[in-house]
């Protein structure tokens, strides 16, 4: 084939599409006899006819993008029409496409070709085979070995090391490799890779090209698939550049009338579209449709006979600057002036040029009115700067149109749209616009960034806006009753007077401060007063979270009963001002007591002189509780006539009998008494069951622990401090992460910091700590305040004066005075609210290799360490520029910060 266009173009991305389809050429008969046929170099016909035969190919198939590629460029033909991506791969079919990943076809021998003895190939892959040696991509003292007399060598399957040298050798990386032949890769089955190979799979695997396999082996024996090799070689598209040629990048001029126009280096080029152009991303493997390719965008474009058989978008941003201005008029020869305010400004727009009102609809340039504000589109790829587009923006707006909620600012009743063609307009309401979904009213604190919606805006005000897609979106609103089958609730929508009933998902979230595990029955629904929450409502109308934001209920904690009438179900209570109050029971009213949950377990409870908590709205009880537990703070302990007093948080003193079998329960201490307990502690206090006298006594304790493991499906946490560990079970503790938010027991990572607060030795409350980790760059040592620069770049001042401790090269000291700018720290705060900053140890060291738990590096003397443990959060940098681990290559030089023996960040010199 004679190409019409013979642009080269540098593509790393190419190269890993080449080796992915190179795959189907491995040892296939009708392949290589397809091949000699076309003398390596196929008719644009047989390219253009290739695509769409692998049957074995699925659409979204991983390979499915690479192939579509070289089908374009006539290199992938098909075996049978299967493309066989799980086959074996052998050594003469690697070797083979190794030649054509460097693109070496050209310095294949015109002559007889000439071999090592023992290396026998079949014919077509001599040649391949001869050009390997030559250009060192296989070591003939090494393959000169090969003895087995059953498999001939090139039909021997290729090894997972073998390939690893073909690879490391294919990118010129040998004397990196004999570098490392010494050193153990880490790998579990590390004494079973060859000794000699062991320098190629180290730079594979520093390089990023090999990675390891489950239970951290590398298998070193086994068989490498088509597609493995393709990932193999895709990896290596980093550390080569080929050239390639029927192939143009740049960025696309128009889509219109069956054509794609490509500015190149300079040219404008036009080729054809058809149904088999093959569209898709380099971010993706998905394919795309002709629908989802937008102009002024940046492109790689696969060309056969004109026409543009492979379109990848290699940046999918608009390459166009917007600008607004006030229009003036117009002159001959499309030429534009504008007003900017201090002077006219001409500009040149083309016959192509789309002239647009405020719906989006094209226009005639001469219709545009003197004074009206227009936002003009010039695209930025080209010197030229050409205006594609002129849209008028002033005066009133009618519009009817698609987008997408960018922004929605309530305290100005103002929405922000983007079109489809990334155009960004706001638009006021007003009370009368409509905001719907499906058959739903919306109001406007619903709408959330990302609905798609359709609009209609008239004299420039929001009438009317449907949101099109199925989302998630909130409700404020008031409880009004659950049913009892809990498949549905009923609320009133704040600011509405009228009900709405809702299905409940399967398992809705909900979520109730001071609540453990809540479920539905704990909410409190009522035609009055009900809890006020925000519920979650997906796409299918279905409330899948439940939070409540507001109780309007009254709580009388621990008062005493004055009567209770079994027949009228009224309770008189005297509450803490010794006034007396009626409560009447009902069926709806939540009861809890020694003997049971229901009213007649509970009446004969409700004898005079009894203590009960009780929540109510109005004279309606919710909740009825049988007191047999005082929380408060010790005031007093009487041992003489055996009685202790505390003090409630609403400042009662309950003075409370115990007798010798009190128990004391102390987290952190065995057979505690009451000898153990001080005036001032806080404790719960839980009482018998005629509540005559203190059946135990839990005091309440706070410290911060370190998480070991946690069991969620047994709700228990394993944690230490000061070299204990302690087993904690969480059934009844609320769990916080580290802002507050609530967590689940699974969250939490071993090395975790916790403050957990017990009553006794039962968590009532899990905290995650939160730590700062990063670089100081300010300190106040007489305001108190320290700056620093998290690993995100974000900056914060922290104040320290609730006390503060340096721990600094193994020293404590209680002020700023010892840190410098630039020190590494870890900050938090202890149990009793003193900030600890932990500086880090600082090392240089020259980088030798790593893996994604440990970084090796080389020592300054024999007795340094080498091995270090990588944090899983591990920040890489190179000033403000972010790196990867991986990206480190041998004999850099960086700077390790340590926290606690552990590598936190690594700061490239």
Known sequence: MVLRHSKHVHSKKVVSAVMAGLIAFG????????????????????????INVFSDVSSGYWGEKYIYQLAAQGIVTGNNGKFRPNDPVTQQEAVTMAIRFLNMQNQLSSGAATLPTNIKVNDYFTKYVELAFQQNLLDKQKESGYTDQKVIWGAQKASREWITEVLVRSIGRTTEANAAKNKATGFADNAKITPDRLGYVNVAVELGLAKGLAGNKFDPQGAVTRAQLATFFSRAQAYITTNYENQYKGSIASLENGKLELYADGKLNSFKLDASTAYFASDSEKRLQFSDINP????????????AAYVEITDATQQVERFDRTYARLSPNNVIWLDTGSTF???????????????????????????????????????????????????????TGAGVVQNVDTANKKVTLKDSTGYEDSYTWDDATVIRYQNQILTPAELKTGFTVNFT??????????????????????????????????????????????????????????????????????????DQVTLTINGEERITKIEVTGRQMEQLDAVTIVNYDSKTHWLTVKDANNQPRVIILDDKTKLESSNGTTLDKVEPLLGAGRKVSVTLIGTRALSLEVVYKVEGKISSINTSKKIISILSANGKVEEIPYNSALIVDIFGKSNASLADVRVGDEVSAQLSTNQDYLQSLKLKTSAQFEVVFTEPSKNRIRVKSGGTTSDIYTDKATLTGDSGQAILL???????????????????????????LGEVTGIDTSGNMLTVKDHSGNTQTLGVSGGVKVVKNGSTATNLSTLVSGDRVEIRKDIQGVTIVNVMEKLERAFWLANNSEIQVKRKSINDNFRYALSDKVFVHQGDTTLSVQSLKENDNIVLYLNNGVVVEIVKQ
């Open 746 to 772: 699974a969250d939490l990572r071993p090395g975790t910091l916790v403050n957990i607060t017990l009553q006794g030795t039962t968590a009532v409350a899990v905290a995650e700590v939160k730590l700062t």
């Open 457 to 530: 805006v008239k004299n420039s005000i929001l009438q009317s806006l449907e949101v099109t897609q199925s989302v998630d979106r909130t409700v404020q609103a008031t409880l009004y009753s659950v049913e009892d089958n809990g498949k549905t609730i009923t609320y009133k929508r704040s600011g509405s007077t009228q009900l709405e009933t809702k299905f409940l998902a399967e398992k809705p979230e909900i979520i109730m401060s001071g609540v453990v595990k809540p479920v539905l029955s704990d909410l409190l629904a009522d035609s009055v007063s009900g």
């Open 345 to 399: 400004e001409e500009l040149s727009y083309e016959t192509t040029t789309v002239f647009l009102d405020q719906n989006g609809n094209k226009i005639d340039p001469k219709t545009l009115a003197a004074g009206s504000l227009l936002t003009i589109e010039r695209e930025t790829y080209s010197p030229q700067k050409k205006i594609v587009a002129i849209r008028v923006k002033s005066g009133l707006v009618n519009k």
């Open 27 to 50: 040892g296939g008969a009708s392949i290589v006899s397809a091949d000699e046929e076309t003398a390596n170099a196929p008719t644009a016909n047989a390219a253009q006819s290739a």
């Open 296 to 307: 002024y965008t940046q492109a790689v474009v696969v060309v056969n006979n004109g026409t």
